[in-house]
Every structure is written in structure tokens, then in C-alpha cells.
């Protein structure tokens, strides 16, 4: 709003007294400086109040970009963090604006400022006057110019149309500023609302662009560990959206990353600037910047050629990228935690409770589609003995070695886990018991052919079951690939087993049936008294 008002005296070309109380920055970019120049060459009388250390006091007194009418007066410490405003005062407009810091009881910052403006001339002229006892109170070196100016400069009439225009032209940016604060509290619920990566920045390149009239709008943040970069666009309704302009798009994005890479500041290319070349676009860009570290780049682009961009909408990017990279960061922490939680630590392949999960969705999803589902059991044979010889370094070596050769063989469909101790697990979607067969025999050929460092060679034992066909549930297809693989140690080891290989299948599969639901009776009911059948079905030899 500070630079919409000096847009009034340099838009109409008024011969005014401009007085502002500036902000203290102790950098100050080229445009700033350039800003404060302009502003001070069109007003007849300019008063800048500085603080001490701001970057403006190194401007020499007799620059020849600034009238001889400019003056730059020093404000003391308090007043250079708390108070910034703009007045304007011409024999035919007035106008007003000013902010002042908000502090709590204790004395801390509260959220935001309070703001007034006016363009009434007696408002005006009581702040002139309350500006010209300061003036003559702390710097009475300056008090007499500063008068002079004020008397020079009194309001006297109010040019209606003038003001009808300023102040519609205001309520114009406040909407615009509305704009501006809605997309960002709905990239912060965005935010708030969701972890998934992709989704936020779709959303925050989505608000960004609507809200600056964008023609395109994109948003990219490295991938982590070796990974590409994700990138998302928008497209304003009429522009072209092709693989084209898409690749042409992420091309900039690239270009605009490198270029400001370890750098805090936008980038900023005005269409004026780019006048003489048809090709060159208004773009602006802003660093994605977490903890100092450049991680992403936000860029948005206009079809205008004579689109400036303005300070609040610098800022805005600003803000929103700073969103973004906090946004990223616990992204990618949830998703570390989430992988720790469900992954082995020692092998790096999912644990049992994700085995667990996995192998609910995969049964779900083959009874839907009438598609069977493998499992596949396997034990490290003699893996106590490899642990007492080479000790339980060497042990861990080998289980780690054999999860790796698990990941490589298997499907990226199929999911790898380490059941518990030396014994894994690997689920096979869409898959009988014929392929899982073959799958179980050239993991149990590659296991065998691994030379494991100071160990030599070891082997696995194999047990697999299918779904529908060996069992109807998820802890029975469990239970039948444990037997054929305990059936497998039996005889000999180093082998592959399936419920077929049992002996008396049939009347095993029966007799688990029978004790199934004989524990479920007895849940319920008194223990019914031995018959001849339940001994016979615990002697040994159905076992």
C-alpha cells in the first residue's frame, strides 16, 4: 500500500510535499534504491525519515538523481522498527497512510499492524503539524526547511475526480490483496490437511497462478537421494497446455533453479524491461529455501508485455515458498517415519506388520477379481550354527545379503518381508502355484550359489501355499506355506515343499478344520467328553 500511494504523486504528476517514514533495511536491492530516487525526483519537496543504519544513508548528499528539495532525516532507534507511513500533501490532494507496530502487554510483537489512511486535509494537515514538532524537538537543524515545505505545500482544496480515482484504484488492490490472502490460507489448509507430496504443490501453484493472473505457473523441488525433481505446472484457462509448452515449461524451471541456487533473492524480469524482444516474457521467480538450502524454485509467467510485477506479489511468492519448503520438509519426515515403521531395519525389507497388511489387501483384492494369490516361506538352513561359529555379524551379513537377492528377483508387485529371525516371506499377487513354484526354485538356486564373505555358501528352505487353492484365509495360507516349509527342513533342506508334498493332506487339512472349530466350542461351551475319532485324531500318525 506504501508503494501504491507513491504511485499517486508519480501516475499524476504531483508538484507535492511527500513525507515517509521508511522501514529500516540495512541492504537495500537496486529497485529499492531506484524507487526511493524516482520518488524523490518527482515530488517538489521529499523527506525521507531513515534509521542510522539503513542502506540508504550511503547515498551521496548531492546525488543528481534526487532534487535539491530531498532530504533525508535520521529517526531514532524505537521509531525505526515501529512506524512507517506516507503523506502527501499538494494544494489540490491530500492524502495519508500510516502503520504502526502492534506489541502485546509484555512487550512482545503482536500479529500484525494497525493500519489507517485518509484523504481528508484537515486529518492531513493535524499530521503535518504533529511532523513539524518532531521535526523541531530531534533534528532542529532540519525544522526550518521542513516548515517552509509544509507551508509551501498546505492543503487547500480537494480535487474530487482525483480523489474518487485514488480511492477506487485502492479498494481495487485491497481486493487484490483478498485474492492474494485467500490462496494463501488455502495452500496453508492444503498444507495442513494432507501429506501427500504431489498434492500440495499442485494446489500451491494452482492458488498462485489464479491469484497473479499467471499465464503459466510452476513449482519444483529436488528429489531426495539421486531422484528426479518433482515438478508441477498450471496453465491459466486458454493458455496452450502440451508436452510442448510442458517440457518448454520445465526446461525454464531448470534454467531459473540454477540460476538461483544459493541465492536468498527473486528473480524479477519486467515486460518492460524486455521491450525490444517479442520472446521475452514478464517471469518472476523465488528460491524454495529451507534452512539456507536451496531446495526448489517457484516461478509464474504473464502473456502481458507490459507486466510489472509489483512488491506484494514478490512477497506473496515469498511467503508461499516458504510454506512449501516447511511443507516438504515434514512431508518427506513422515514419509521417513512411515518407511521406518513398516520396513526392517537390519535387511531394509518391510516387517511383519507390513507383511501383515499387505497380505490382507492381496487376499481382498483376489477374492473381488477371482485371481489366486502365492506365499512363499523360507528359513535360513542352520542359521544358529552360522551365528555360534562366525558369530552374529556375520549372521546379520548374510540375512542382509539374502533380503538383497529377495528385492532383485522378485516382481515390483510382489512384496518381500522379513518374517522374524532368519525366516522370510514374499507374497505373490495374480500368481498360481505353478509360477510360485518357479519363483521359490530360482530363489533357493541363487541363495545357494551366493558366496557369502567368510562364510562361504549357505541355503534356504522353501514352503509355498496358494489362495484360493490350499487355504480360504489369511492365517490358514500362512499356516499351510509354514508346514511345507517345516516339511522341507523334514527332508533334507535346501528344497522347495508345497501342501502337495505333505503326507495325508487331505486328512491333515481335516483334522485342522476339526480343531478349529473345536476351539471356537469350547469358547462357548463345556469340553466335550473324549470320543474314540479325537483320540485317534491325535495319535502321531496323522500327524
Not at 509484555?106 to 513539524?132: K, R
Request: hydrophobic share 40%; with cysteine; charged share 25%.
Amino acid at each position: 500500500m506504501h508503494r501504491y500511494f507513491e504511485d499517486v504523486v508519480l501516475e499524476n504528476n504531483l508538484a507535492a510535499l511527500v513525507v515517509e517514514s521508511l522501514m529500516p533495511e540495512a541492504q537495500r536491492s537496486l529497485r529499492d534504491m531506484a524507487r526511493v530516487r524516482e520518488v524523490g525526483q518527482a515530488a517538489r519537496y521529499s523527506f525521507f525519515f531513515i534509521s542510522p543504519d539503513d542502506a540508504l544513508t550511503s547515498l551521496p548528499p548531492s546525488d543528481e538523481s534526487f532534487n535539491e528539495h530531498s532530504v533525508m532525516m535520521m529517526k531514532t532507534a524505537q521509531a525505526a522498527f515501529d512506524e512507517r507511513f506516507v503523506v502527501i500533501a499538494d494544494a489540490r490532494f491530500s492524502a495519508l497512510l500510516a502503520s504502526v507496530r502492534n506489541h502485546g502487554e509484555d512487550g512482545t510483537e503482536g500479529a500484525g499492524d494497525d493500519v489507517i489512511w485518509s484523504f481528508e486535509p484537515d486529518i492531513v494537515y493535524s499530521a503535518l503539524e504533529y511532523l513539524m514538532a518532531r521535526v523541531t524537538a530531534e533534528l532542529p537543524r532540519q525544522a526550518a526547511v521542513f516548515s517552509r515545505a509544509v507551508r509551501t505545500c498546505v492543503p487547500k482544496t480537494t480535487s474530487l475526480q482525483l480523489t474518487v480515482s485514488v480511492t477506487t484504484k485502492l479498494a481495487r488492490l485491497l481486493q487484490e490483496q483478498a485474492v492474494r490472502e485467500l490462496a494463501v490460507n488455502r495452500i496453508a489448509t492444503a498444507i495442513r490437511s494432507s501429506l501427500e507430496l504431489s498434492s500440495i504443490l499442485q494446489t500451491t501453484v494452482d492458488e498462485v497462478g489464479r491469484a497473479l493472473g499467471a499465464q503459466y505457473s510452476a513449482l519444483s523441488v529436488e528429489g531426495e537421494h539421486g531422484e528426479p525433481s518433482l515438478t508441477t505446472c498450471y496453465f491459466r484457462d486458454g493458455a496452450e497446455e502440451n508436452d510442448d509448452s510442458r517440457d518448454g515449461l520445465v526446461s525454464d524451471m531448470h534454467a531459473y533453479g540454477v540460476r538461483l541456487r544459493g541465492r536468498m533473492k527473486a528473480y524479477v524480469h519486467d515486460g518492460t524491461s524486455g521491450a525490444n524482444d517479442p520472446n521475452s516474457r514478464p517471469v518472476a521467480a523465488v528460491p524454495v529455501i529451507y534452512r539456507e538450502r536451496t531446495m526448489g524454485v517457484l516461478m509464474v509467467s504473464s502473456d502481458d508485455s507490459q507486466r510489472v510485477w509489483q512488491e506484494n506479489e514478490i512477497l506473496l511468492m515469498r511467503t508461499v515458498a516458504d510454506q512449501v519448503a516447511v511443507a516438504v520438509n515434514h512431508a518427506r519426515l513422515f514419509q521417513q517415519m512411515q518407511q521406518q515403521a513398516l520396513t526392517d531395519g537390519l535387511t531394509g525389507c518391510f516387517n511383519r506388520r507390513f507383511f501383515e497388511i499387505q497380505l490382507e489387501r492381496d487376499l481382498h483384492l483376489a477374492t473381488r477379481t477371482g485371481q489366486p494369490v502365492s506365499l512363499i516361506m523360507l528359513d535360513v538352513d542352520r542359521f544358529k550354527l552360522v551365528n555360534d561359529t562366525h558369530g552374529h555379524d556375520a549372521g546379520d551379513v548374510a540375512l542382509r545379503i539374502i533380503a538383497g537377492a529377495l528385492r532383485e528377483e522378485v516382481r515390483g508387485v510382489d512384496t518381500a518381508a522379513r518374517y522374524g529371525g532368519e525366516e522370510f516371506a514374499v507374497i505373490l499377487p495374480q500368481a498360481g502355484l505353478e509360477g510360485a513354484l518357479l519363483v521359490a526354485e530360482r530363489l533357493r538356486a541363487r541363495i545357494e550359489m551366493t558366496e557369502l564373505p567368510g562364510l562361504g555358501r549357505i541355503t534356504a528352505s522353501f514352503g509355498v501355499a496358494t489362495f484360493p487353492e490350499h487355504a480360504s484365509s489369511r492365517e490358514l495360507l500362512v499356516t499351510k506355506a509354514d508346514r511345507a516349509l517345516s516339511h522341507a527342513k523334514r527332508t533334507g533342506r535346501n528344497r522347495v515343499c508345497s501342501p502337495l508334498d505333505l503326507p495325508d493332506c487331505a486328512i491333515e487339512e481335516a483334522a485342522e478344520i476339526e480343531t478349529e472349530a473345536g476351539a471356537a466350542f469350547v469358547n462357548d461351551a463345556p469340553a466335550a467328553p473324549e470320543t474314540l475319532e479325537t483320540q485317534e485324531a491325535a495319535t502321531p500318525s496323522n500327524i
